[in-house]
């Protein structure tokens, strides 16, 4: 190599130096694709890591069995059923049901349904699914028969309430000695799998306790067992099956596998598909890195022409020629990596910590490592240094005559300005100026609109997927309250005959208007992929609220049930077409139990949410549940308002809990809100990456107009009619990225909905969109972006020297 590779490293530094600010800003932008490429990259096996580690810190369940509704079981029972099975390790029994928790706060009234979960405390608390406490303490032995509580993290956490307090959950009252939650709660679920920390309180209680609020003594509905390492949990659940139902003839008994849970199986899919989204997005920041150092690299050949076309005329090798501006690129590639790691790190701490304030795992592994960062390196330096390869090869394949020549000659080239000749543009030569330079060099132009539309595109998707959920959410609010917004929803203890005095006394609370019994029971659409439904029986004449179908019928002449749209479209059903319903049924000696009965579909609603299910209360007969009562739909009495009912009714004999009709959309629109965070945080990352590359775009264009800027000024024009020329050509491709960018994150929201979301939240029917407040947030960030660029570089036109820049030695 003549010369030694020492000159030429020489030589290549001294070209970095010159170019000081465009080297650092392309380095600034590899390393933030390098970086936030390795913490995203690593993103979905941290987050199941993660996952597997908190399940065995916190020894969670392999199988959980749980009786049907309103069926209990004596304390013991099914403990030494499954100790009985082969292969199980550990079994403890618990009671679940629902009541209400009052944490209200002086001027911060806090009233919301509630579940109670009873749990052994004689090892210290539950040996199987562990609580985690994060304040506080958790249950010890001497808490057996003691009215104290651990209460739920998120729940706490939503509402900022202190880690230690006092409660009422029911009648009782509780002291709540800290918070914590255990693997079913670790997200926090309700209905359709949204989170539901805003609107649902969970209450560990010793199991005594809770026995003793619920007025269940000696009572237990659920089963938790661990088995032994290496066995097959099929033989497991069916022998533990076989033996309860020996003991508890003819009640109802369902088996859930740990890693069914909603809680488990949303983790872990929802880490998956995030994984998905999260690598598409790294490789746009890789992409638009590779396009900044391709656009840096090719202006450094060009304005190197002249000493290429002399060194090609003295007769060295291409090869040598093409050491220089490669060497560039290997440089800026390599610093790029090295401040990667540490943009990595950082990143990677604040994307770690938003997710741990959103989900109380127990453990958490590294996010950011070594080896993810190695794959993230080899990449932030291959492809920018690949992407320089192509305009050094173009550099010293010209003649030298063409590269030596210098002058108004050397214009030869001018890209497809000259299409602008039989268009009559306004202004004179100067308004007309920046339209003329983007299309001058149209490849620079592609690959700078390229580049920052790529930013851009990973912007739309996310706050079209927050849109997309929120006109679905309203979809479903507008369905839900339609007709009786102020409707209240009351769950009874277990199942009561109508006339009941519980429900007499309902009806006599002056708060309360219309007081409709019904039914609400957990059913399943048998197929392909069973689909668990929430079964509500409406009344054929009068009813306080019915349904809106988009086909079919629901009444006494259409025998059937009325599923969703989306439960169709899964089933394959229509109108007519006959389903399996697995449903409770009551039996002898009033026991519950679940059998299977074909049904036909009688209608189809709307709602986006697959899980709500309807059924004339004349067609109760399958169930043998006429004449009975378990949820009780109320209006509030002229005069009153829903929080009147909720207080009202709280701590009611035989009312578990009282919820509003719109206590699913709201708990899914807090759920959304939750992603913001994560939305202002890519928004200032692709703010940050837009400007660099509009900054390294001006810069670059300044310095090679710099004669031409210089000749403007002899002539008298202002620095700031340059400045404006700059922010023109910018504001044009600007909007081009811009609308490269929607179109990109438009396309993304689509395979996010069709590809992702199905698996994550099956219950929910999304419609993709795009609302008008994301497309004016993307054209502010990517304008504002390129817009502010020109500005940058103003000092450094009004600092030049005019007679050096006009100087030309042939």
């Known amino acids: 190599m003549p010369g030694g590779l020492s000159v030429w490293l020489r030589w290549s530094l001294r070209d970095l130096r010159s170019r000081w600010v465009v080297v650092a800003a392309t380095a600034l932008i590899i390393a933030l694709g390098t970086g936030m490429y390795a913490s995203l990259s690593g993103q979905k096996d941290w987050r199941r890591d993660s996952l597997a580690a908190s399940v065995a810190t916190a020894r969670a369940h392999d199988l959980r069995f749980a009786l049907s509704e309103d069926a209990y079981a004596a304390p013991g029972t099914m403990a030494a059923a499954a100790r009985g099975v082969e292969g199980v390790a550990d079994a403890e029994e618990r009671l679940v049901a629902p009541t209400q928790v009052d944490a209200s706060r002086p001027g911060d009234p806090l009233l919301v349904p509630a579940r109670m979960v009873g749990v052994p405390v004689a090892r210290g608390g539950p040996g199987i699914d562990r609580i985690t406490t994060e304040t506080g303490r958790g249950l010890r032995p001497s808490d057996r028969s003691a009215p104290v509580a651990v209460l739920e993290q998120q729940f706490a956490d939503f509402h900022s309430l202190p880690g230690t307090g006092a409660l009422r959950a029911g009648r009782a009252r509780l002291r709540y000695v800290g918070t914590g939650t ?358 054929a004449r009068d009813p306080v609220w019915r349904p809106r179908l988009s086909q079919g019928e629901l009444g006494p002449r259409a025998p059937g049930i009325v599923i969703s749209q989306l439960a169709a479209e899964q089933l394959r059903v229509g109108v007519g077409d006959v389903v399996r319903l697995r449903h409770p049924v009551r039996g002898p000696r009033d026991t519950v139990d679940l059998v299977e009965t074909p049904v036909p579909v009688a209608g189809i609603h709307p709602n986006p949410f697959r899980f709500l299910a309807y059924v004339d209360e004349s067609q109760l007969a399958p169930f043998d549940l006429g004449g009975i009562a378990n949820v009780l739909t109320v209006t509030p009495a002229p005069g009153s308002t829903p929080d009147d009912v909720e207080r009202a009714l709280f701590a009611a004999p035989g009312v578990a809990s009282v919820e509003r009709a719109s206590a699913l959309t709201d708990s899914a629109d807090a759920a959304v809100d939750e992603f913001l965070g994560a939305i202002v945080l890519t928004e200032t990352i692709v703010f940050g990456l837009a400007l660099l590359i509009a900054f390294n775009a001006t810069s670059i264009s300044t310095e090679e107009r710099r004669r031409e800027n210089a000749t403007m000024f002899a002539f008298g024009v202002p620095v700031r009619s340059a400045v404006r020329i700059a922010i023109a050509e910018n504001v044009v491709m600007g909007l081009l990225a811009t609308l490269l960018g929607i179109l990109g994150g438009m396309l993304l929201v689509q395979w996010m909905v069709n590809s992702m979301l199905p698996d994550t939240f099956p219950e929910l029917s999304v419609t993709p969109t795009l609302g008008a407040g994301s497309i004016l947030l993307t054209l502010g960030a990517g304008l504002g972006a390129v817009t502010l660029a020109p500005l940058m570089t103003a000092r450094r036109l009004r600092r030049m020297d005019l007679p050096a820049t006009l100087r030309v030695v042939e």
Do not use: C, H, K
Request: proline share 6%; net charge positive; hydrophobic share 50%.
């Open 182 to 539: 255990t693997p079913d709660y670790w997200l926090l679920t309700e209905g359709g799998g949204w989170a539901a920390e805003s609107n649902l309180a969970v209450v560990f209680v010793p199991l005594e306790v809770a026995q003793r609020t619920l007025g269940l003594p000696n009572r237990v509905n659920q089963l938790v067992l661990r088995a032994g390492p290496g066995t097959d949990l099929s033989a497991v659940e069916a022998d533990v099956r076989a033996a309860i139902r020996r003991d508890l003839p003819g009640v109802g008994l369902t088996a859930t596998r740990g890693t069914d849970e909603d809680a488990y199986r949303t983790l872990y899919r929802d880490a998956g598909n995030d994984g998905r989204l999260l690598m598409v997005y790294a490789y746009m920041l890789l992409a638009a890195a590779a396009f900044s150092a391709f656009v840096l690299i090719t202006r450094v050949v060009e304005s190197q022409r002249r000493e290429i076309g002399i060194g090609m005329a003295l007769g060295l090798p291409p090869r040598a020629l093409a050491v220089r501006p490669l060497l560039i690129a290997a440089e800026i590639a390599l610093l790029g990596v090295v401040l990667g790691m540490g943009v990595g790190v950082l990143f990677g701490q604040a994307l770690s910590s938003l997710i741990r304030a959103t989900l109380p795992l127990p453990a958490y592994t590294t996010l950011f490592t070594l080896d993810n960062f190695l794959v993230a390196a080899v990449l932030g330096f291959a492809l920018p240094f690949a992407a320089a390869t192509w305009p050094v090869i173009r550099g010293i394949r010209q003649r030298p005559v063409e590269a030596i020549r210098v002058g108004a000659r050397t214009a030869s080239r001018t890209g497809l300005a000259p299409l602008l000749r039989r268009v009559p543009l306004p202004g004179r030569s100067l308004a007309q100026m920046p339209l003329r330079n983007v299309l001058r060099t149209p490849r620079r132009t592609l690959l700078t609109v390229l580049g920052v539309a790529a930013g851009l595109a990973a912007l739309v998707s996310l706050a079209g997927m927050i849109d997309s959920m929120r006109v679905t959410i309203d979809d479903s609010r507008q369905e839900t309250l339609q007709g009786a917004p102020q409707r209240l929803t009351v769950s009874l203890q277990g199942f009561l005959p109508r006339d009941s005095r519980e429900i007499a006394r309902v009806r006599a609370r002056p708060e309360v208007g219309a007081v409709e019994p019904g039914v609400l029971v957990q059913a399943t659409l048998r197929g392909e992929d069973d689909i668990d439904v929430a079964l509500q029986t409406i009344p």
